[in-house]
């Protein structure tokens, strides 16, 4: 039997590598002659750089850039080969400000296009970039600047960081950015499909929860409004409908519009850099899960992605969670054939996250999946 375990991190408690290998030990114990292959698995989100980095044996570099309120901070990202891997959250995330601090007229998104120089510098030239969790609205104009583009008021200066500098933009300059752009490409993690501006954008969205008082959307919009307008008079085809472009502050529209960005579903170019694909060929079963399956989970997140590619090369698809709601039904209608709950009796939260804890429950539920898939295949062969 073959066996592909491509499991999602179980926030707080076990790596998206750890899973797995709690998932494999626990079928060698049932099928000890098994071929088990352990891919990691993410879905742009938060611990995307971490799995690709011990999965694909990548390297962990660490690079000093400016915090989404001017702060210095300390901004990790993976390399592999050619390919960075960088989460804009690091660097601008919405959990490095403290609630009463946050502001999205000056929080800037310069720290990202800090930390995409620095990797070009060390020779990538493969992004795939989550930019989930911002804290920033300024259109991305901050990454801009830091790769060389020039954003310029009246005088020709440049512009102040945050949203608050869109107010004073005059003219976009793309003689300056950094000349290694042309040949790089940027595969952009992203799950919502809000467009730059409206009552369906960035600000009316996203800009309460990263400090926007009621009174301050439609001029965060507005201002929105104008970047686009004027990038449009730089880049013609520049879309500030298209999806995605709301991301993260408009830091999606920064990215399509001046470097070619693809905006697509995270866990799909998490499966394409992993070669999924390639090993589930010949595979018989396909085990993926997440700390806790539910209604959301069917709804496109990580583990349904693995259960879609298993199906189209003809594999059974199994889920394993920590927990598992009512909600989670619909899973099976997204493709995994069965779930299972992973945690064997009453216990706290915190018992169950115990990383030594969670570990064996997963390898126990594991094997316990297979020592049923084992008898039933092999009475399948006897009829």
Do not use: H
């Not at 001017?70 to 403290?98: I, K, N, R």
């Not at 001029?219 to 008079?233: I, T, V």
């Amino acid at each position: 039997m073959k066996a592909v375990v491509a499991m999602d991190s179980f926030k707080g408690s076990l790596s998206s590598l750890a899973a797995g290998e709690a998932v494999k030990a626990g079928i060698l114990r049932a099928d000890p002659g098994a071929e088990v292959l352990v891919r990691p698995l993410a879905d742009g989100g938060e611990g995307t750089v971490e799995a690709l980095i011990a999965g694909l044996g990548g390297e962990r570099r660490v690079v000093r850039v400016t915090g989404p309120m001017g702060e210095s901070v300390d901004c990790a990202y993976g390399v592999v080969g050619d390919l960075a891997v960088l989460e804009m959250a690091a660097s601008s995330g919405l959990t490095l400000v403290p609630p009463e601090k946050r502001d999205p007229f000056c929080a800037t998104t310069f720290g990202v296009g800090q930390a995409i120089a620095d990797a070009i510098a060390c020779g990538c030239r493969r992004f795939l970039i989550g930019i989930g969790g911002s804290a920033t609205n300024d259109g991305g104009a901050g990454m801009l600047q830091a790769l060389g583009f020039g954003l310029l008021d009246e005088s020709g200066a440049p512009i102040p960081p945050g949203a608050a500098g869109l107010e004073k933009l005059k003219t976009i300059e793309t003689a300056g950015a950094l000349p290694q752009l042309k040949d790089c490409r940027f595969r952009i993690a992203c799950d919502v499909t809000n467009p730059l501006c409206g009552e369906n954008g960035a600000s009316a969205v996203f800009g309460p929860q990263k400090g926007a008082k009621p009174e301050d959307v439609p001029r965060l919009d507005a201002l929105l409004a104008r970047f686009a307008a004027l990038s449009k008079a730089v880049v013609p085809e520049a879309d500030d409908s298209a999806p995605g472009t709301g991301a993260a502050g408009g830091l999606g529209f920064a990215f399509r519009t001046f470097l070619a960005g693809e905006l697509e579903p995270g866990v799909q170019i998490v499966l394409e850099e992993t070669r999924l694909a390639e090993a589930l060929e010949g595979a018989d079963v396909a085990v993926t899960g997440e700390g806790r399956l539910d209604g959301q989970t069917a709804m496109g997140k990580a583990p349904v992605g693995v259960a879609r590619l298993a199906k189209s090369k003809g594999c059974l698809t199994l889920a394993l969670a920590g927990g598992v709601t009512r909600e989670a039904g619909a899973c099976n209608a997204a493709g995994i054939d069965a779930f299972f709950p992973a945690v064997r009796g009453a216990c706290t939260l915190e018992e169950a996250m115990d990383p030594g804890s969670a570990w064996e429950n997963l390898a126990g539920a594991a094997e316990q999946a297979f020592r049923l898939l084992r008898a039933a295949l092999a009475r399948q062969r006897d009829v």
